[in-house]
C-alpha cells in the first residue's frame, strides 16, 4: 500500500496536486499526547512555497486544518487527520504534458501505470506538494518524540557543488539541531548558504536547476530502539526518505565513503565515558549498527537531483502521436527543492522513529 | 516485523549463525512455477564461504533442504520452506565477545535490546551466515522473474580505493549481466579485479579488512511496476538492501552524484526508438521515475563498509565489569564481505521486484 | 492498525462521533474506475438516520464529499478521500457518562485503554456512526464490483424473536438481491417484516432495545477468491463484519447449525449443470470452502445483540467516586439498529471480497 | 498473506500434508522468555492422532523440532522455528481425488485456484495437519501469557445434538481451565462426554461423521487489550480461529443468542466487587466491549461441520472428462475432528492474544 507507512504509527496520505484537498490520517498515536498546532504550522512553513529566490511562485499558506483525532489539544485514541486546501492550483499550466511527458518526471510512467486514468495536473498524486500532509505528521511525531528525549533536525549538506559544513557527528547536541531548524536557509555555515542562495539565483536565470544533499541528525534515540534485517533503522528510515519526490539515494553514518576506508579507519570503538555511558570515540556507523540505535547521533544523507522541471526546451515525445518531439515545461517551479525539503527529510526521520519507538 | 519482507510474496526469514539451522520461508508465489534447485544452489554457492583470499575460513556447503512447497519441482501454492544446517560452528571463538562488544557490530546494541539473552555466538541472528537464505529466496524469485523477462545481475564497483568499469546505464543487456554472475570474482573488468584481489590479500595480511560498492543491475522490468510514495521500486529496495549486514548506502542511477548535476544535465530525455519503444538517451534516472520503471535498465548502488571483525587490538568495553578494555577478534573472518555480497545484492533486488510484480 | 483494513484495497477511516467530520481514505482502487456519487450517496442514506420508528432521532444528511481521488467522476491511482460532517451533535447529552460508565458500550474499556484521553462524547470512536465512511466505502467497492459481475444484497433476518424467510442458499439472484436493498424495510417477506417493526415500536415503548441478525448474499464470486488459512474468506469477512459496533457473532452457510448435522447431511454434494458449469446441490458451505469461493451464491450471518442504550435505569459506576451508582441513558439512540445496520453488513462484505479479488 | 498472522508476534506457517515435514516460524517473542518444550509436546498431543475411537488411524506422534529462536531454553529475539515431520503419510489413499473432488473438501476449489498445480495428496496445504504447528505456535504463546496472568483453557461444548455444560460466564477460573485441558476428552461434565463418545462411535459405525462446538475461555486478559473498529479481540480472534479447517461460525459472549434478547436482559451492569475491581453481573458481552477486553471471562464459541471425508458414496464429478461421477473416500479420517481441535482452539486464541499484548 503505497501510501501508508508504518507499523506502530500507520500514516495514511491522500491527495493530488490539483485536486480539492491533500491531507493525512495518523493511526496509531499515544493517547493523552499534546500537540501544540500552531509549533505543526510552523514546521509546515518552512516547507511552504513563499516568495525567496529558490522557491516556486505558488504561494500557499498549508493551512492544516484537524478534523478527528484531538480533544482538546490533546490525542484521544482515535486517527488524526488533518487537510490542506488546494488553494492555489493553476491547471492550465499542464495541459501540454497531458501528451508530452516532462524528463524525468513520473508523467510518462504514470500514464502507462494508470492508462491513463491518472491526474496529470501538477503531477498528480506524484506532486512534491504531497510533502506537505509528511510534514504535517512528522510534526506531530516531533513533538512526541522530544517528550522522549528525541530531537531532530537537518541542514543543507550540498547544493550543487557548495558544500556546507558537517554536523559532528560525535558532538551534535539538541541546541545545535533546533539552531538550524530555525533559520531561513537551514545551514551551519551561513556564508556557504549565501554562496548557495546566490548559486540557486545564478542557475534560475539560466532556466536551469540545481540538486542537492540534506544531513539529517537524531538525538537521544534510546540503545536498542530498530529491529534487524527488514526493520532496521537503516530500512525504515530509507524507505521513508525514497517517499520525497527526487530523492535518488540515502546513506548512514559515513554511507559510501566508509566503502573506501579500512576496517581499522571506520570501526567505532566503544569506552564509557565519565557518567558511566557507553559512547564510541569516532561515530562512522551513524548511531547505527546491526539496525539498531547505539546510542551515538543518528546521521543520514539524502541526495536530491535536481528539479526536473526546467524552462529551457528539451526532447521528449508525443504519446497521442508516437513521435519524438520538444517540450518547454511552463509553470511555477522551484530551481531547487533542496531548501524546502529540509523539513521533509526530519519528517521521514521522525515518522519512522516513532513507529519503531511506540 | 524484522525477519519478514514483503506484501504479495512473503519472506520470512530465521535461524542464527550457530542454531541448528537456518532458513527461509516464502509464501506467495505463484503456483506451477518450475524451480530448478540445482541453479538454486549454483546461486547460493556465489555467497558461500570457500578456501579463496577474500574469504572466511569457515567452510560450509550451504546446501538448501527444501522441505515443502514444491511437488515435482514446481510450486504448489504452499509456502515453500528451506532449511539450511548450521554444520561448521566453533562457538568458542566467541567466548570473549559474551562481554567485551567488538567494536562496529551489532554486540552492543543487541545486548541492550535483548536484554542479555540474545546468542552471542557467530553474532547471532545479525550473522551475515543470514544472507544464505536471502540467496535461497532470491534464487527462487529470479527463476520467476526471468520467465517474466526481468534479468539481474551484480558486480563488485569498488573496493577500497579500486573502481572497476561500471554498466553502461543505456546499453547493458542480459548477457553482460549474465555473464559477470558467472565470473568467481565478479567484476567487469578482469584486471581491476586482480587488483582488488591484491588489495585485499595486502590487507589482510595487516590484520585490517575492506569495504566497497556493489553496482545491481535489472533489465526488462515492465514500465509501471513500483508504486508512488512509499512502495515505490527506490523504498522497497533500500528497505531489502539493508537487511545484508554492513550495508551503509543505496543510491539509484546517478544518486548521489545527480546532487552535483544541473537538471540539464540530469534529466533523461524520451525519445521512440527504432522499434518505436519508448526510451531514455541517458539513464541518470536509473529506471526509476516517481518509484515507477520507466522501463530503461534499473540501476542500485550498494555501500559496504569494511567488515568490522578485524585481528588488530581495539578499543573497547567489558560489560560485565563496566570499564573500559581492549578485544582481539579472533575467529575466522572475511577481509572483505563484498565479493560474497555480490549474490545477496541480486538476491534482495530479486525479491523486492518480484514482490512488485505479481 | 485498528482502523485500517485490507492488503490490496486498504481502507483508513477516521474521526469521531462529535468530531468536526468523519470519513475514509480508500488507497489500492484500480485506476479508471468510474464511480456514482449519486448512487453512493443512495446506499450511505440507507444507513443514515431518519425519522422511523426505529431509528435514532439524530437528523444527519451524512453527505460525504470526496476530496481527492476522482478525476472526471473515475478513480485515478491516487488515494481517493471522503469527508462526511458532523452536523448534528449533542455534547450535553453524554455529560454524565464522562463518570458513569454505559452497561455493555465501550465507555469504561475505552477510559480505561486511552487513560481517560478518548473522546466520550456520542461514544468517540467507537460510536456507530464510524459505519457512515464504512459504508460510504463498501458503495465504492460494490460498484466495482458490480463490473466484475459480483452483486451484493443482505436483509434482515431476524429481529428478536421474530423471522424473516431466508435467501434461497441455492438459487438466489442478482434480482433478488437488488430488490430487497431497495426496499425501505430490508425484510423478504414484507408481513414478517411488519411484525418486526411493530416489535421495535412495542419495545421502543417500554424504554428497552432488540437485536437481530442480518443475512448477506454474495453472488458471481470468481471460484478461487480466498486464500488458505489466515486469509479465507471467512477469516476476512468476519474480520471486516465484527468492525460494526455490536456484532457478537458471524457463521457462514450452515454455520452453528451445521455443527448438529451429520457428514451425509452437510456435504454438497458437486455435479456440472446443464451449462457445464460445477454446481453443488445444496450449499451448506455458503460458498466458501477451504476459505476460498466455490463459485455457489456466498452466505454469511451476522448477530447484533441489543442496542445497549436503554432508556431505563441501570446500574453502573463512578469512575471517580469509585463506588457503584445508577445510569438512565438520554439522548437519541435506535431501540434497534440492525435494520440500519443492513448496508453496513454489506458494505463490510464488498470490501472484504474487492480486497481479495484485486 | 495467508499463512501469516499477527502484527507483533508472526506466525509464518508452512508445510502440506504429505511434504516432509510441516513447521512454523514465530518471529517478535519477547527475549529471555523461558519455553518448556516438553509441556508445549504435552499441549500439542491433545491434537496429535491416537488410537482412539473418535480420531483417524494415522499415528504420528508430531514431535516438533526447535531448529532456532531458543537459547538455553530461552527466547533470544531470533524467530523461533520448528519443524515437524511427516512420517506417515499413505499417498496412495488419494488417488482418486486427483480426479474426483470430494464433497465439502478444499478440492476443487485449490484445483482452479492452483491451476491444478497443488499438493492433492492429504489436502495438501488444506489439511488439518496444519494445525500442528498452529498448536506449537499457542503452546509457546501460552506459556508466556500465564505470565502475564492469562489462562486459556476450551471445552467440547457440543457434539451433534448432545450439549455440555457451559462454563459460568462469571465465576469460571484458571483452576476450572486447567483441569478441563487435562482430560482426555474435554467436557466438563464427563457423563455427557461419554454419550458424545458413545455418539461418535455409533456414528463412525454409519460410515458418517459429527460436528460440533467449541467454548474456548480466557481469563485475566488485562482491561484495555484490543483496538478499535478492525484490530478488536473478536475480529482479531474470529481471523485467526477461521483458519482451523472445518470452522463455520464464531461468536463471542452470548453470541447469536443476543440476537433475541432485549437490551435489559442483554446488558451487563458495571460495579465494584468487595475488592474494589470492576465487574459487570452478567457476561453477555463475553469480555469485550467495543472489541477491548473488560476483564471479564473471555468467550468464545467456534462451531465446526461435520468431517467432510465419509465413507459412504457420493456424488460428485470428474474432472478430466468433465462429467458427473461418484466417489467413495477411503484414507484415515476422524468421524469428528472437534476433539481433536480443542486446543487448536486454545491455540489461535493464545496467538491472537500474546499478538494484542506485546
Same sequence: chains 1, 2, 3, 4.
Avoid: W
Avoid at 41 to 53: E, I, S, T
Avoid at 54 to 70: N, W
Avoid at 325 to 340: A, E, F, L, M, Q
Amino acid at each position: 500500500m503505497s501510501f501508508n507507512f508504518g507499523e506502530n504509527i500507520k500514516i495514511s496520505l491522500f491527495g493530488q496536486s490539483h485536486s480539492e484537498a491533500i491531507g493525512v490520517v495518523i493511526d496509531g498515536l499515544p493517547p493523552g499526547e499534546e500537540i501544540d498546532l500552531e509549533r505543526v504550522q510552523r514546521f509546515m512553513a518552512r516547507r511552504a512555497p513563499g516568495n525567496k529566490v529558490f522557491s516556486t511562485a505558488r504561494r500557499e499558506t498549508d493551512e492544516a486544518k484537524v478534523i478527528c483525532g484531538l480533544l482538546e489539544g490533546k490525542t484521544c485514541g482515535s486517527p488524526l487527520c488533518a487537510v490542506i486546501k488546494n488553494t492555489d492550483c493553476k491547471p492550465g499550466d499542464y495541459a501540454a504534458i497531458l501528451d508530452v511527458p516532462r524528463p524525468s518526471h513520473a508523467d510518462y510512467c504514470a500514464h502507462i501505470k494508470y492508462k491513463g486514468a491518472n491526474d496529470i495536473r501538477g503531477g498528480g498524486h506524484f506532486s512534491g506538494r504531497l510533502t506537505a500532509p509528511i510534514c504535517f505528521a512528522g510534526a506531530v511525531c516531533l513533538q512526541i518524540l522530544e517528550r522522549l528525549g528525541v530531537f531532530i533536525g537537518a541542514h543543507i549538506q550540498s547544493i550543487g557543488e557548495i558544500e556546507d559544513r558537517r554536523f559532528d557527528p560525535v558532538t551534535v547536541d539538541a541546541t545545535q539541531l533546533t539552531t538550524v531548524t530555525k533559520k531561513a536557509f537551514a545551514v551551519l555555515d551561513d556564508e556557504l548558504g549565501q554562496h548557495m542562495v546566490d548559486l540557486i539565483e545564478m542557475v534560475k536565470g539560466q532556466s536551469d536547476s540545481l540538486g542537492g544533499v540534506i544531513e539529517c541528525c537524531a538525538i537521544g534515540v534510546p540503545v536498542g530502539v530498530g529491529e534487524p534485517m527488514f526493520s532496521g533503522l537503516e530500512n525504515r528510515l530509507a524507505a521513508a526518505a525514497f517517499a520525497i519526490p527526487a530523492v535518488k539515494g540515502v546513506e548512514f553514518g559515513a554511507g559510501f565513503a566508509s566503502a573506501k576506508l579500512r576496517g581499522s579507519q571506520n570501526n567505532d570503538e566503544f569506552y564509557y565515558d565519565h557518567k558511566g555511558q557507553v559512547k564510541t570515540k569516532t561515530n562512522h556507523h551513524g548511531g547505527i549498527l546491526g539496525g539498531i540505535a547505539s546510542g551515538m547521533p543518528l546521521l543520514m544523507n539524502v541526495a536530491f537531483k535536481p528539479t526536473p522541471s526546467i524552462a529551457m526546451q528539451q526532447n521528449s515525445i508525443s504519446l497521442s502521436k508516437k513521435t519524438n518531439t520538444t517540450i518547454s515545461i511552463k509553470g511555477r517551479h522551484d530551481p531547487c527543492i533542496v531548501p524546502r525539503a529540509v523539513p521533509c527529510v526530519e519528517a521521514t526521520m521522525a515518522i519512522s522513529l516513532l513507529d519503531l519507538m511506540v
